[in-house]
Nanobody, 122 residues
Framework: QVQLAESGGGLVQAGGSLRLSCVISGRTFSRYSVGWFRQAPGKEREFVVVISLSGGSTYFADSVKGRFTISRDNAKQTVYLQMNSLKPDDTAVYYC???????????????WGQGTQVTVSS
């Protein structure tokens, strides 16, 4: 029983910032990696970043490298995605997901949140 819930999405202007939160609960929380994905209308789900909950290792997609950061607070069972220098192309529904592997393929993740909308205007 693992559940995730995203929050923090909204409407921002290009160049602005948002911080998304993912609260995760379940018996296997400390063993999992948590990834962020996004999906824009008419496009496939896209990997954004992943973090290991145990060791804190991270891996970013090239499209967000240098603009986004990820962090974890295991005591609060929460993963944060700090998004800076946002672009209109970042507009999408953002999902967090948990799985036992460390990687960018959606198939590696067994549990998904409901998503939160991020809209970046120009």
């Amino acid at each position: 029983q693992v559940q995730l819930a995203e929050s923090g999405g909204g409407l921002v202007q290009a160049g602005g910032s948002l911080r998304l939160s993912c609260v995760i609960s379940g018996r296997t929380f400390s063993r999992y990696s948590v990834g962020w994905f996004r999906q824009a209308p008419g496009k496939e789900r896209e990997f954004v970043v992943v973090i290991s909950l145990s060791g804190g290792s991270t891996y970013f997609a090239d499209s967000v490298k240098g603009r986004f950061t990820i962090s974890r607070d295991n005591a609060k069972q929460t993963v944060y995605l700090q998004m800076n220098s946002l672009k209109p192309d970042d507009t999408a529904v953002y999902y967090c997901a948990a799985g036992s592997a460390f990687g960018g393929a959606p198939r590696l993740y067994n549990y998904w949140g409901q998503g939160t909308q991020v809209t970046v205007s120009s």
